[in-house]
Nanobody
Framework: QVQLVESGGGLVQAVGSLRLSCAAS????????IGWIRQAPGKEREFVAQ????????YYADSVKGRFTISRDNAKNTVYLQMNSLKPEDTAVYYC?????????????????WGQGTQVTVSA
């Protein structure tokens, strides 16, 4: 089992930056791919980015490609999401979640373990 706790959200102006962290506990953390998923008010949860368990492969939604970077430090049991050039439409609750390492997982229902989320608000 994996427990996940997000941090780093907040209020930022458009074109600003934030770095989200996802701290994990559990001995099997390094065997799971980790994804960032977000949910804007009144909308469905949306895949943002995913990093493989061995840090070799990353995937991004088209809406964040070139602006967001996902990374992980397995020694610290932590995954990061560096968000640059933020836009008001990036406003959402951001969740990190763990999924079995079986390739690209854009279907959020595939993710097994979830954190509680952190709010990101981007003002115009």
């Amino acid at each position: 089992q994996v427990q996940l706790v997000e941090s780093g959200g907040g209020l930022v102006q458009a074109v600003g930056s934030l770095r989200l962290s996802c701290a994990a506990s559990g001995r099997t953390f390094s065997t799971y791919d980790i994804g960032w998923i977000r949910q804007a008010p009144g909308k469905e949860r949306e895949f943002v980015a995913q990093i493989s368990y061995n840090k070799i492969i990353t995937y991004y939604a088209d809406s964040v490609k070139g602006r967001f970077t996902i990374s992980r430090d397995n020694a610290k049991n932590t995954v990061y999401l560096q968000m640059n050039s933020l836009k008001p439409e990036d406003t959402a609750v951001y969740y990190c979640a763990a999924v079995s390492a079986l390739g690209l997982r854009t279907n959020v229902n595939d993710y097994k373990y979830w954190g509680q989320g952190t709010q990101v608000t981007v003002s115009a």
